[in-house]
């Protein structure tokens, strides 16, 4: 079940030793391209390396890297590992090959793991606002 990136290492590490991985999500997560409901990829960073991290990441990659902050609480979002989180908001004009992206990412020191997951699902379920649920499998 996707959520807003707290546990994506957790998440990550339940796909990846999984023989079948469905996401189950709600509308918000449902996309045909990457960037349409959300502008930003989260990134799980030890605290030490998160400014040099962002400061990598717009070298590398183009684009922003922003520290995430609490809604609720002061202070930045704090992982399920006790790590922070990095928003990079890339240049949506050009064009990306994710599995690119996300390698080049996790090889930044520092970098824990990223919210991508590309090529990862088998089939995914998208809970609609009116009640319905969408469903997609792999292309």
């Known amino acids: 079940i996707k959520g807003?990136?707290?546990?994506?290492?957790?998440?990550?590490?339940?796909?990846?030793?999984s023989d079948t991985f469905i996401v189950i999500a709600d509308f918000r997560k449902?996309?045909?391209?990457?960037?349409?409901?959300?502008?930003y990829i989260p990134i799980e960073v030890i605290p030490m390396a998160y400014?040099?991290?962002?400061?990598?990441?717009?070298?590398?990659?183009?684009?922003?890297?922003e520290l995430r902050m609490a809604k609720a609480k002061a202070g930045p979002v704090v992982t399920d590992n006790g790590n922070l989180i990095v928003d990079w908001y890339w240049d949506q004009a050009r064009e990306m090959n994710w599995m690119?992206?996300?390698?080049?990412?996790?090889?930044?020191?520092?970098?824990?793991?990223?919210?991508?997951?590309?090529?990862?699902?088998?089939?995914?379920?998208?809970?609609?606002?009116?009640?319905?649920?969408?469903?997609?499998?792999?292309?």
Not at 6 to 17: D, L, P, S
């Open 30 to 39: 449902d996309s045909v391209k990457l960037g349409q409901a959300w502008k």
């Open 100 to 139: 690119e992206v996300n390698t080049t990412i996790q090889c930044m020191a520092g970098v824990v793991e990223t919210g991508l997951f590309v090529g990862m699902a088998d089939k995914a379920y998208f809970g609609q606002e009116d009640g319905s649920v969408v469903d997609r499998d792999r292309n």
């Open 51 to 65: 400014r040099q991290v962002m400061a990598r990441l717009e070298e590398q990659m183009g684009g922003k890297g």
């Open 4 to 17: 807003g990136g707290g546990c994506q290492t957790q998440e990550k590490i339940v796909a990846a030793y």
